[in-house]
């Protein structure tokens, strides 16, 4: 390699597994709580006399302040503790879905975008990523990609638990009960093993180790971010369509809600189990080369969802999806962190997972807006397929990049 920053000595312990576990629960209670509006989707837009495209955006408002949220709840991260973050951000979450519960729909976008997301979810999830980080070097990519699947054991689990509580309470009460729950698991979790991360001694070599006074991969630091943050943006656009408009997508077919359901937790299940394997990958391949893969097969899962109507058919595709999308945004994380210096990761990662949460919330409203347009979800996997593929020939042009550049750098190319 032409530039590394390579530690000393490991850092890694026992305390290290045992800190990512921590944070994988907690990313598991915390994002359970978008799912109720999911899972609800339909029953909410008949409540409140609308189209599908309201509760869709108020979901899509979570996604943006989860991300707008990471960058500055990021920072105060670094100064006062992640414990405290998270434990704010717990509250909040709480906080989001007494006031999404009240009955109209300012307070559902209130309750979704300021208190789930910004200050919620906000403290949580960039402030996590970046703190479990710091407790790896050499299995960096097997721990991120354990932590992020935090998001998708939230989405195995709950679907099916939210659908039989709506059923039997409605979505309000639905919504504070588990607001109480998972504020009283996670701030004793974070209280408890929260603690600094180790200081990390670095040796640096060659001119990459800091990209502020040279080039990344030969190119400036700010073109192969701002890419980076693109594809991010593009992946996770048609990766929120199915997630945010599966179990609404089902009953259009006849399929019970109940099954839908069932199937969106085969989704999630399934990226769950992959991202392990895709975390493993990474470790050996390399972020670059994850990301191109994973993109490929999403794109072909996007693609199989409009080619199928049953439902045995869809519970397979559901989990291939589940299988592409599975090592995607904890690759992109690896990747910045590989090119990247340390001290920028407190305001990269977060930046980064902002244009995620964005590409999230831009899928979630597209799917119902082009829904509430057409009557139909043909046009919103469409355009999901066509973000995919500009994602896919962003993350091959990095790839290519990445691999002709130490062959030009020592003059072989």
Same mark, same amino acid.
């Given at each position: 390699?032409?530039?590394?920053?390579?530690?000393?000595?490991?850092?890694?312990?026992?305390?290290?597994?045992?800190?990512?576990?921590?944070?994988?629960?907690?990313?598991?209670?915390?994002?359970?709580?978008?799912?109720?509006?999911?899972?609800?989707?339909?029953?909410?837009?008949?409540?409140?006399?609308?189209?599908?495209?309201?509760?869709?955006?108020?979901?899509?408002?979570? /996604?943006?302040?989860?991300?707008?949220?990471?960058?500055? @709840?990021?920072?105060?991260?670094?100064?006062?503790?992640?414990?405290?973050?998270?434990?704010?951000?717990?509250?909040?979450?709480?906080?989001?879905?007494?006031?999404?519960?009240?009955?109209?729909?300012?307070? &559902?976008?209130?309750?979704?975008?300021?208190?789930?997301? &910004?200050?919620?979810?906000?403290?949580?999830?960039?402030?996590?990523?970046?703190?479990?980080?710091?407790?790896?070097?050499?299995?960096?990519?097997?721990?991120?990609?354990?932590?992020?699947?935090?998001?998708?054991?939230?989405?195995?689990?709950?679907?099916?638990?939210?659908?039989?509580?709506?059923?039997?309470?409605?979505?309000?009460?639905? @919504?504070?009960?588990?607001?109480?729950?998972?504020?009283?698991?996670?701030?004793? &979790?974070?209280?408890?093993?929260?603690?600094?991360?180790?200081?990390?001694?670095?040796?640096?070599?060659?001119?990459?180790?800091?990209?502020?006074?040279?080039?990344?991969?030969?190119?400036?630091?700010?073109?192969?971010?701002?890419?980076?943050?693109?594809?991010?943006?593009?992946?996770?656009?048609?990766?929120?369509?199915?997630?945010?408009?599966?179990?609404?997508?089902?009953?259009?077919?006849?399929?019970?809600?109940?099954?839908?359901?069932?199937?969106?937790?085969?989704?999630?299940?399934?990226?769950?189990?992959?991202?392990?394997?895709?975390?493993?990958?990474?470790?050996?391949?390399?972020?670059?080369?994850?990301?191109?893969?994973?993109?490929?097969?999403?794109?072909?899962?996007?693609?199989?969802?409009?080619?199928?109507?049953?439902?045995?058919?869809?519970?397979?595709?559901?989990?291939?999806?589940?299988?592409?999308?599975?090592?995607?945004?904890?690759?992109?994380?690896?990747?910045?962190?590989?090119?990247?210096?340390?001290?920028?990761?407190?305001?990269?990662?977060?930046?980064?997972?902002?244009?995620?949460?964005?590409?999230?919330?831009?899928?979630?409203?597209?799917?119902?807006?082009?829904?509430? /347009?057409?009557?139909?979800?043909?046009?919103?996997?469409?355009?999901?397929?066509?973000?995919?593929?500009?994602?896919?020939?962003?993350?091959?042009?990095?790839?290519?990049?990445?691999?002709?550049?130490?062959?030009?750098?020592?003059?072989?190319?």
């Amino acid at each position: 390699m032409t530039y590394s920053s390579i530690p000393a000595a490991t850092i890694e312990t026992r305390t290290s597994w045992v800190v990512a576990i921590v944070a994988l629960l907690t990313l598991a209670f915390s994002f359970g709580a978008p799912w109720v509006t999911v899972v609800s989707l339909k029953a909410i837009a008949a409540d409140f006399g609308s189209g599908r495209e309201t509760p869709a955006l108020a979901g899509s408002l979570g /996604w943006v302040g989860v991300g707008v949220g990471g960058i500055v @709840m990021g920072r105060i991260a670094e100064r006062v503790g992640v414990r405290w973050t998270v434990m704010f951000g717990a509250a909040m979450v709480c906080v989001g879905l007494a006031i999404s519960s009240l009955g109209q729909p300012w307070h &559902l976008f209130v309750g979704h975008g300021l208190f789930i997301g &910004l200050i919620g979810n906000g403290g949580i999830n960039a402030p996590l990523y970046v703190y479990v980080s710091k407790w790896f070097d050499r299995h960096r990519g097997s721990a991120l990609a354990l932590i992020s699947s935090g998001v998708y054991i939230a989405g195995a689990i709950w679907p099916p638990v939210f659908e039989r509580a709506v059923a039997a309470v409605g979505w309000r009460q639905t @919504m504070w009960t588990y607001g109480l729950f998972e504020v009283a698991v996670i701030v004793p &979790l974070a209280a408890v093993f929260l603690r600094a991360p180790p200081e990390i001694a670095w040796r640096y070599s060659g001119k990459f180790a800091n990209p502020g006074v040279g080039k990344v991969i030969g190119w400036p630091p700010g073109l192969v971010y701002g890419m980076l943050c693109a594809a991010a943006f593009l992946c996770c656009m048609p990766m929120a369509l199915p997630q945010t408009h599966l179990v609404a997508f089902c009953s259009d077919l006849g399929i019970a809600p109940s099954h839908g359901a069932a199937m969106l937790s085969v989704v999630l299940g399934s990226g769950f189990l992959s991202r392990q394997l895709w975390g493993a990958f990474s470790d050996r391949a390399g972020g670059p080369m994850t990301l191109v893969v994973c993109s490929a097969c999403q794109a072909m899962a996007l693609t199989a969802f409009t080619m199928t109507q049953d439902e045995i058919g869809l519970f397979t595709v559901a989990a291939f999806f589940g299988l592409g999308f599975g090592g995607l945004v904890p690759a992109y994380v690896l990747t910045l962190r590989a090119l990247f210096p340390a001290g920028e990761a407190s305001w990269r990662v977060p930046t980064l997972l902002m244009f995620s949460g964005s590409g999230m919330a831009a899928g979630a409203w597209m799917g119902g807006a082009l829904y509430d /347009w057409f009557g139909y979800y043909g046009p919103a996997f469409v355009a999901a397929i066509v973000a995919n593929l500009l994602n896919l020939a962003i993350v091959v042009i990095l790839l290519l990049r990445q691999q002709a550049w130490p062959r030009r750098a020592f003059g072989m190319a």
